[in-house]
């Protein structure tokens, strides 16, 4: 058994940051991939950042030079710093981590971008 459990969504004002973390934790194998994706109200869930296990980064054109992802594979967390936020980044955010031959998913953790 395999558990993600995210942090650090909240409410924040146009142009202001949060930086959210997901460690996994539980029966822990071969972690590869680690990654964000977001879902806003009434639209598909979109990949976000990935990284790779030797820290190779990718990021979605729309968030590009904003967000940046890291891990900690002492910790097997993985982060996404948020700057510059905007109102269209308003979503629920989840992590996902790729282990061995399946994934695992977060539970998700709501960021509202607001005046």
């Known amino acids: 058994q395999v558990q993600l459990v995210e942090s650090g969504g909240g409410l924040v004002q146009p142009g202001g940051s949060l930086r959210l973390s997901c460690a996994a934790s539980?029966?822990?194998?071969?972690?590869?991939?680690m990654g964000w994706y977001r879902q806003a109200p009434g639209k598909q869930r979109e990949w976000v950042a990935s990284?790779?296990?030797?820290?190779?980064?990718n990021y979605a054109d729309s968030v590009k030079g904003r967000f940046t992802i890291s891990r900690d594979n002492a910790k097997n967390a993985v982060y996404l710093q948020m700057n510059s936020l905007k109102p269209e980044d308003t979503a629920v955010y989840y992590c996902?981590?790729?282990?061995?031959?399946?994934?695992?998913w977060g539970q998700g953790t709501q960021v509202t971008v607001s005046s």
């Open positions: 996902k981590v790729d282990m061995g031959p399946t994934h695992y």
């Open positions: 539980g029966s822990i194998f071969s972690i590869r991939t």
């Open positions: 990284i790779s296990t030797g820290g190779s980064t």
